[in-house]
């Protein structure tokens, strides 16, 4: 999963500003410097509390310019997002989906949710990928 930043040089160095998420800035003195930067305020700004209800859009396919970058989303980060994206537009809580999946607790379903956590066995993504077939690990993987 990769967002796009438009880059701008002021003065010696350079800021950036999110395409699909405004809201991310981030500067630094070179462009290698901004790159690194970019990439550390993407995957703060996207790992959200697993209690939140925002909805974060998703990235644009093949954007290109000559003052576009595109930024790789952490993989863990990325599968929390997009989980917790997926359920939130489903109208269904953390315990509700805990319980369609048949976790005995709701604790094993949030772990899903944290991008430090979020590290799926393959009978889990089985178990997910049924319950929400929109789920596209290539999304999330896509580099």
């Keep these: 999963m ?12 350079f800021w950036a500003q999110g395409i699909e998420l405004p809201g991310v800035f981030t500067q630094g003195e070179t462009k ?21 209800k925002f909805i974060f859009p998703l990235p644009r396919i093949n954007l290109k310019g000559n003052s576009l970058v595109s ?3 952490e993989p863990q980060i990325a599968f ?4 917790r994206r997926i359920r939130l537009k489903r109208g269904l809580t953390q315990k ?27 009978s889990t993504i089985v178990q997910i990928k049924r319950l ?3 789920l596209d690990l ?5 580099a």
């Design 80 to 83: 929390a997002f997009y989980l």
């Design 32 to 52: 290698e410097e901004l790159e690194l930067n970019i990439h550390e305020a993407l995957n703060l700004y996207l790992d959200e509390p697993p209690d939140s």
């Design 96 to 122: 509700d989906v805990a319980k369609l999946m048949g976790f005995k607790n709701l604790y094993s379903y949030q772990r899903l949710e944290k991008a430090k956590t979020a590290n799926p066995e393959l």
């Design 71 to 73: 930024i790789e989303v």
């Design 138 to 142: 290539e999304d999330i993987l896509a």
């Design 2 to 13: 990769k967002y796009h930043f438009k880059i701008h040089r002021e003065g010696k160095g």
């Design 132 to 134: 929400f077939p929109e």
